[in-house]
């Protein structure tokens, strides 16, 4: 997910170890893709991003099933499969990129509803909501299975807590 991959380090924290990077939470913006002139939603825009949209055009926005491959300065980052609805990934959708891939619910090109991401080594499976685990869920990592409710992307179980597509600083 362009959004995840560019955006967000995958971080741990188990019994007060930590290791983290993050940055700040960007308006999104449509983008064009140069050659159609046909524009996509892109919640976490970055300087030098452009896109190349394979898909129906209807009133100069993506729409129907297609895909959507991102660049940033010129070097693929990212292609996206599914359903667009007004220039927005919504429903069933893969995101993937170099560091990991969503397969699952999407709204408003973010993953929201049930899914499955995995980041490097480590695998979430359960419920998101504007593109952070939020509800039940499970990350499998080399460490285990870490099973609970997620709340914006952290599980707190005593001393145990865990960061997953967010930094540790912001899981308390």
């Known amino acids: 997910m362009k959004r995840v991959a560019g955006t967000i380090s995958l971080l741990w924290l188990w019994l007060g170890c930590s290791a983290a990077t993050s940055q700040a939470v960007q308006s999104g913006a449509f983008v064009a893709d140069p050659e159609s002139g046909c524009k996509v939603w892109n919640p976490h825009p970055e300087a030098g991003e452009t896109v190349h949209w ?69 695998r979430y499976e359960g419920e998101f909501r504007n593109g952070k685990p939020n509800g039940d869920g499970a990350v499998t990592n080399y460490q285990g299975v870490f099973k609970g409710k997620w709340q914006d992307g952290c599980l707190t179980d005593g001393k145990r807590k865990m960061a997953f597509a967010v930094s540790s600083s912001t899981c308390r």
């Not at 220039?87 to 995101?95: A, C, D, S």
């Not at 619910?105 to 490097?120: C, D, K, S, V």
């Open 54 to 122: 394979f898909g129906s055009c209807v009133d100069g926005l993506a729409q129907g099933k297609g895909k959507l491959e991102w660049s940033r300065n010129g070097v693929p980052s990212e292609r996206d499969e599914g359903e667009w609805t007004l220039g927005r990934q919504t429903g069933q959708g893969i995101q993937q990129w170099s560091g990991g891939r969503y397969d699952g619910e999407l709204l408003n090109g973010e993953p929201n509803g049930h899914g499955a991401m995995t980041l490097q080594s480590s």
